[in-house]
């Protein structure tokens, strides 16, 4: 669900990063990623702090980012209560995907993608080195942002003569 309000789009971030401390080195790895990149992020481990009211801040993370990112991994998807509220708040605000506000990133091999999180286009960052997740994950948040992925070079002609 985008916020516009007289063609001005009023969410207050980009991305918002939903993860659970087992999965915090890849939480802060991705919002790094996506702020060096330009984008607006928000990140329980950096903007929660002291004095803040953690309930309101997440109302404010689920109802105030253009996207969610759901960092998966199996202690995600098993033992966070928090995170489980957190992406089928989103999901629901956005069950048909048109606004691409739910991104699943998936940080860990053979991590099952249960329920409706099966029919919500993702990314899969397990077993890439570095260069190759962050490639992914920003090619992903463009296309989260853009709606649209198309290749930056020309493809190659699939006939042959040979």
Known sequence: MEFLVGGLDLSEWDFFVSYTSDDLDWATWIAWQLESA??????????FVGGSNWINQ???AVTGAAHTIAVLSTKYLSASK???A???AVWAQDPL?????????VVELK????????????VDL????????????LQAAKSA???RVKPVAKPVFPGSLA
């Open 97 to 105: 995907g048109e606004s691409r506000r739910l991104i699943p990133i």
């Open 38 to 47: 330009g984008y607006t992020v928000l990140i329980q481990d950096w903007d």
């Open 86 to 88: 957190e992406w089928q």
């Open 82 to 84: 928090f995170g489980a």
């Open 111 to 122: 991590c099952p993608r249960p329920g409706l999180l099966q029919g919500v286009v993702g």
């Open 58 to 60: 997440m109302q404010r």
């Open 145 to 147: 942002v853009v709606g």
């Open 126 to 137: 397990s077993g890439l080195d570095e260069a190759a997740a962050e490639s992914r994950l």
